[in-house]
């Protein structure tokens, strides 16, 4: 993985690409005889976008026969990105296009390129927390495609039956429960650093006790003003993850174990506690159907009860081009794409891997519980996006850190230095003021 945060995106990309060739036409296509609008839309190829565009297309021209959408996919990652800026740039883009939310926006410089929606009625089932994320300048520019996800700690909810545990709400209460786990035989946390991405969810999933602690670190760290290793609440991930393993609650084999191994050890109540995206289970309920019921979701417990909550991955973005000649049509797309019927028909599609962020969108009875414990979240007001959303800096050595101190390599302390100094080349290329 090139960069730390991508790498999360990068890695749920490998859980579901698929080779896919393109659904449709680039070209924009005039409105043909009888008053057919033909629009066109461009997607990344992972297999889990592609099923949700198909579902939200057909649904979106079920309801409106007199618009035609033609699909198309791209790569993911930076190609993909890559791809983004140049049809933007050339005016050579499709009439919408799918891409993510948070900071990766700004580097579109939406204000020249992309249809201005703030006001608009577009808008108007959009959940209001999910809006700073296709937000530059104060000016909103897209609707929330698919589902948040969760980063924190999945759980063996038999596990926890067993053993009498309550979810806990405080660092505190996590690690008394890992005593008890470890005490009853069984691993009480899952660390796969083969994959080295997925030992960075101890830091970024953290995020919601750092802006509950610090309200201005995302602001204050873009701009140079605040560090991980300078602020207690933001250190505090790398010292979680110097804790687990110098208490020994990590499994054999931790620094070879995969990401897919680790998924199977929980599932299957051999290990406790995995701290882990909450997209990961959805693509494993086909073959290990008890994931959808026997692993539950909470966010990692901070040091207050009362200020409980948890980290989200928000989800993409749809986004109109300044250069569509069919504006009316495409923010009719929009306003279906955001509203619940919309997301009933992609939960008939795609199993849902956290909450919708559209007012009145509901989770079908059948949502995999972990999906459940994010709405409750969602719910209550107690959640917090995750770093990568709300700051565009970012450093590529993360996971890298990440692993020598989860390994017991690195003190927690210079882990956090380690990073503040890894940020600092991709600041100074963004031309980030204070840098």
């Not at 890559?82 to 740039?89: G, V, Y």
């Not at 926006?105 to 700073?132: E, Y």
């Not at 909550?309 to 306003?335: M, N």
């Not at 979240?377 to 959640?383: I, L, N, Q, W």
Request: with cysteine; charged share 15%; proline share 7%.
């Amino acid at each position: 993985m090139k960069t730390s945060h991508r790498a999360l995106g990068a890695a749920l990309t490998v859980l579901v690409m698929a080779a896919l060739t393109s659904c449709g036409s680039s070209s924009g296509s005039e409105p043909a005889a009888g008053g057919t609008t033909t629009l066109t839309f461009l997607v990344d190829n992972s297999q889990a976008t592609v099923d949700t565009a198909k579902a939200l297309t057909d649904a979106f021209m079920q309801a409106n026969p007199t618009i035609k959408i033609e699909t198309e996919t791209r790569p993911g990652g930076s190609e993909g990105d890559n791809i983004i800026k140049t049809r933007l740039s050339t005016g050579d883009m499709s009439d919408v296009f799918w891409y993510n939310s948070g900071s990766l926006l700004q580097a579109l410089n939406p204000a020249q390129t992309l249809v201005d929606l703030t006001g608009d009625p577009v808008l108007q089932n959009v959940q209001k927390d999910f809006l700073p994320v296709v937000t530059q300048a104060g000016k909103v520019y897209g609707v929330p495609g698919g589902t948040a996800m969760g980063g924190g700690i999945l759980y063996n909810r038999k596990v926890y039956d067993k053993l009498g545990l309550k979810v806990p709400t405080t660092w505190a209460e996590f690690m008394a429960n890992n005593d008890k786990i470890k005490a009853a035989g069984i691993t009480p946390l899952i660390s796969t650093f083969k994959d080295t991405w997925t030992s960075q969810l101890f830091v970024l999933g953290d995020f919601y006790n750092v802006q509950a602690a610090v309200p201005s670190f995302a602001q204050d760290y873009t701009a140079n003003k605040a560090k991980f290793a300078a602020t207690p609440a933001a250190q505090a991930g790398f010292d979680h993850l110097a804790e687990v393993h110098a208490k020994g609650y990590l499994n054999e084999g931790f620094g070879s174990a995969t990401a897919d191994q680790g998924m199977k050890m929980l599932i299957e109540g051999k290990g406790a506690h995995y701290p882990m995206l909450s997209a990961q289970l959805p693509p494993l309920v086909a073959t290990m159907p008890q994931a959808a019921t026997d692993v539950g979701f909470f966010g990692i417990p901070g040091t207050d009860p009362a200020k409980n909550g948890a980290t989200l991955w928000e989800p993409a973005g749809l986004y109109i081009p300044k250069t569509t000649e069919k504006l009316e049509a495409a923010k009719k797309f929009l306003a279906f794409v955001a509203s619940p019927p919309a997301a009933d028909a992609v939960s008939k599609v795609v199993q849902p891997a956290g909450p919708y962020r559209i007012q009145g969108a509901k989770l079908p009875d059948d949502a995999i519980q972990v999906a459940k414990d994010l709405q409750a979240y969602v719910d209550k007001g107690a959640t917090a996006p995750a770093l990568e959303f709300v700051s565009p800096v970012k450093g590529p050595s993360l996971e890298q850190i990440t692993v020598a101190v989860g390994s017991g390599l690195t003190p927690p302390a210079e882990g956090a230095a380690q990073y503040d100094k890894d940020v600092e080349k991709q600041a100074k290329q963004l031309g980030l003021a204070g840098w």
